[in-house]
């Protein structure tokens, strides 16, 4: 969140604006900016009055202080869309004493027709390192227990509580989950009994109450990915179950964990991302490092 100024203290509705603006950017609905370029490109398809008074009312309800950045351009700042909004015959915030001449207002049209070719080429441009998202819909993996593995295991294969084994410290764990609760405690004689519990819920019951090995919450990511690539690396089956998943976004059910699991947008994920990381490991296997 924007730390406001103290000037701002003394306008509350400008705070009170930007708040709004805040709230909607956190729950990613159009803030002020974005709804005010909308009702720009209306006004500009439909050159009335009425939508030329939408644009500058939208104008206006961005607070004061971001007006200037609503174009991104730092060169005229927000004069191309207070001219547009103003009108031929009316006066804008920088020259308050001196009407907007027809000249003027051609250019703001000449500059928005502009922006508007360059915007859509920006859109249709790709990264030079490819799309920030994939192409495939997301996957969601919902969380399930089965006890046993199955010929087709299809979006359980990527789970922490699908069985494969896999070893930690000599000692074979039933799964990811098992192994994992197993290396974030720091007595080895629970870690042992962890290892080989009789089902996951176990594994993470015996590790809830106990002290957790040094240095963990630092830790447990690389654990976790260190894991994951033990799994997929010996159960080949498995690892083209993540593979066909393609490049959708992984979204990762848990129940008890905001870092490991999405909790409907509010949690981190990291499980996901982490399964996109192997994922992307096994389609491209890492070249040697250069000396």
């Known amino acids: ?145 089965p006890l046993k593995p199955s010929d087709d295991p299809g979006t359980r294969a990527p789970r922490n509580e699908y069985p494969a084994p896999v070893e930690v410290d000599g000692v074979t764990c039933p799964t990811v989950a098992h192994a994992y609760w197993a290396l974030s405690v720091a007595d080895p004689a629970l870690r042992e009994e962890i290892a080989t519990a009789d089902n996951t819920f176990h594994a993470r019951n015996l590790a809830a109450g106990a002290e957790r090995s040094e240095d963990w919450e630092r830790r447990r990511t690389a654990v976790m990915a260190s894991l994951l690539r033990a799994k997929f690396g010996r159960h080949p089956s498995l690892a083209q179950a993540l593979l066909d998943t393609g490049d959708a976004t992984i979204v990762y059910d848990d129940s008890d964990s905001a870092f490991w699991g999405d909790r409907a947008g509010r949690g981190r994920n990291w499980t996901g991302r982490l399964l996109e990381l192997i994922r992307s490991e096994l389609a491209s296997p890492i070249p040697s490092r250069p000396a």
Request: proline share 6%; glycine share 4%.
């Open 1 to 145: 969140m924007e730390v406001h100024r103290t000037s701002d203290l003394a306008h509350p509705e400008i705070l009170i604006a930007e708040i709004r603006d805040t709230i909607d950017q956190l729950n990613k609905r159009p803030d002020s900016t974005e709804r005010c370029l909308a009702a720009v490109d209306v006004f500009l398809a439909d050159r009335t009055e009425e939508n030329r008074e939408a644009a500058r009312e939208a104008y206006f309800a961005i607070p004061e202080t971001q007006r200037h950045y609503a174009l991104g351009d730092m060169d005229h700042k927000d004069w191309p869309l207070q001219v547009l909004v103003t009108g031929p015959g009316g006066t804008g915030d920088r020259r308050p004493d001196e009407e907007i001449d027809q000249s003027e207002y051609d250019w703001a049209l000449s500059y928005f027709e502009e922006r508007a070719e360059w915007t859509a080429k920006a859109r249709s441009r790709v990264p030079a390192d490819g799309p920030a998202t994939g192409a495939a819909p997301a996957i969601h993996l919902y969380e399930s227990y």
